[in-house]
Nanobody, 121 residues
């Protein structure tokens, strides 16, 4: 079992920045690939970014590439999502997840409770 807790969400103006954190506990964190997903009201959960167990490989959704950066610190059992140049369309609940290095929701077996990000125009 892996427990995941996100933090760092909030309200920010368009063009601003936020850094989300996801703290993991339970089984060895470093063996898992990690991902960030988001879900806006009335929409399906969508992939945002993924990072391999070592941090050596990352992958981003087209909509966030160049603006968001995923990273991890295995010594701290934490994965981060640095979000810059935020847009109103980035507004959603953001979830971190542990599982396979994939863009698919079904490949992740462990999920956090989510943190709200709201970007005002």
């Amino acid at each position: 079992q892996v427990q995941l807790v996100e933090s760092g969400g909030g309200l920010v103006q368009a063009g601003g920045s936020l850094r989300l954190s996801c703290a993991a506990s339970g089984r060895t964190f470093s063996i898992y690939q990690m991902g960030w997903f988001r879900q806006a009201p009335g929409k399906e959960r969508e992939f945002v970014a993924a990072i391999s167990w070592s941090g050596g490989n990352t992958y981003y959704a087209v909509s966030v590439k160049g603006r968001f950066t995923i990273s991890r610190d295995n010594a701290k059992n934490t994965v981060y999502l640095q979000m810059n140049s935020l847009k109103p369309e980035d507004t959603a609940v953001y979830y971190c997840a542990a599982g396979r290095y994939s863009v698919a929701v079904r490949e992740y077996g462990y999920w956090g409770q989510g943190t709200q990000v709201t970007v005002s125009s």
